[in-house]
Every structure is written in structure tokens, then in C-alpha cells.
């Protein structure tokens, strides 16, 4: 069981394409799990440019961090008609100070974050744009041959692994064009020896 599951149960939180559940400077009122959809979370920086930092899809929690803020550090907007499951932070506050498998689940939780962001930080140092969009699909695909649903558009993917569109439109092209993946029926398939 994970740390969201031993909760009590939160409130439902439908969101149309577009709509937010919180924005950047808002106070902290809940944590979140997406039943379905997809919600981009980004912060607009100083300068007014726009920073993405995460795409939660269907199962995936957002904002963890509220857990020791006052407010939240970003915005949170559904990208298609979401629905999303609203965890009260008063309450999970209360239970993970009460509750010591919680807490541990919770812990648990955070460290596979810190995992994965480091992984996600190393594919922004590979250099060619080809190699580092080789490096996400392998660490996002399952199965054999290895293959990743295309459940996002690329342009998410591009400002997820620090590329820009044209340049991770090119690679796609290259690494079809050489035999080093296919995409068929909404996956990409990695065709390259693992």
C-alpha cells in the first residue's frame, strides 16, 4: 500500500482542459492524485518566462512539497478534462505526524522522487539531442522490445527533457529514418540492441 492509499479518502476535483487546481502564491490546501487525465505543473519565473517542472498523468500525486509549505511554489493546469482526488493537508499533516508507517510509506514515496529527478536532471547533461531522447525512452519504457505510449504531445516531451521542438522533431525523424525506433498504434517502439 502506498502513502496516499493509507489517507482517508479526499474529495473529487473535476478540471476542464485548461482550468487550474491551484496557481503559483496560492495557500496550501491539499495534495493531489490523478484519477485521469493529465496536469502540467510549471512556475513563471521573475523574468515572466515559464519553467515546465512536471506532467502528472493517471495515478501520479502532485504537489508532496505542500506538505511543508504555506504555499504552492507553482501552477497546477489540466492539460485535457482531468479528474483528481483532493488530499485535505490539515489532515495529512496530522497523520503523517501521528502515524509512523505512514510517515515511513511517505519518506519512501519521496525518495524514488529524488531518484527519478536525478535521472531526469543526467539526461539534460547528454549532449546530442538523438542520444538524449534515446535516454528517455529507455528509462520510460516497458516491455520487449522496450516501447513508450505516446500519451503526450512531443512538444511536453521536448520541454521535459530540455530540447526544443524542432530539435526533437528532427530526432525522431533520425532515429526512425536509422532503424533505432518505430512508432505504431500511439507507442514508440526502441528497435535498438539493449
Known amino acids: 500500500m502506498d502513502w ?5 479518502r479526499g474529495r473529487t476535483v473535476h478540471l476542464e ?14 495534495v493531489f492524485r490523478v484519477k485521469s487525465g493529465r496536469v502540467r505543473l510549471t512556475r513563471t519565473l521573475e523574468n515572466g518566462a515559464t519553467l515546465a517542472l512536471h506532467t502528472a498523468r493517471a495515478g501520479d500525486t502532485f504537489a508532496e512539497a505542500a506538505v511543508s509549505a504555506d504555499a504552492y511554489h507553482c501552477d ?8 483528481l482526488v483532493a488530499f485535505p493537508i490539515q489532515h495529512l499533516r496530522e497523520r503523517l505526524s501521528s502515524d509512523p508507517q505512514t510517515a515511513l510509506s511517505f519518506a519512501m514515496f519521496m525518495a524514488s522522487q529524488v531518484r527519478t529527478l536525478r535521472a531526469r536532471l543526467e539526461l539534460r547533461n547528454i549532449r546530442s539531442a538523438k542520444e538524449r531522447l534515446l535516454a528517455w525512452l529507455e528509462l520510460n519504457g516497458a516491455g520487449v522490445p522496450l516501447s513508450v505510449p ?5 512538444t511536453e516531451v521536448a520541454a521535459d527533457i530540455g530540447l526544443t521542438r524542432e530539435a526533437l522533431y ?3 525523424a533520425d532515429l526512425s529514418r536509422a532503424g533505432a525506433i518505430r512508432r505504431e498504434n ?3 517502439i526502441l528497435l535498438r540492441e539493449q
Open 170 to 172: 528532427r530526432a525522431l
Open 17 to 30: 482542459a485548461g482550468e487550474t487546481a491551484f496557481r503559483q502564491g496560492n495557500p496550501v490546501y491539499a
Open 186 to 188: 500511439g507507442r514508440t
Open 4 to 8: 496516499i492509499e493509507e489517507i482517508e
Open 150 to 154: 505516446t500519451d503526450q504531445p512531443w
Open 76 to 83: 497546477a493546469v489540466a492539460d485535457v478534462r482531468s479528474e
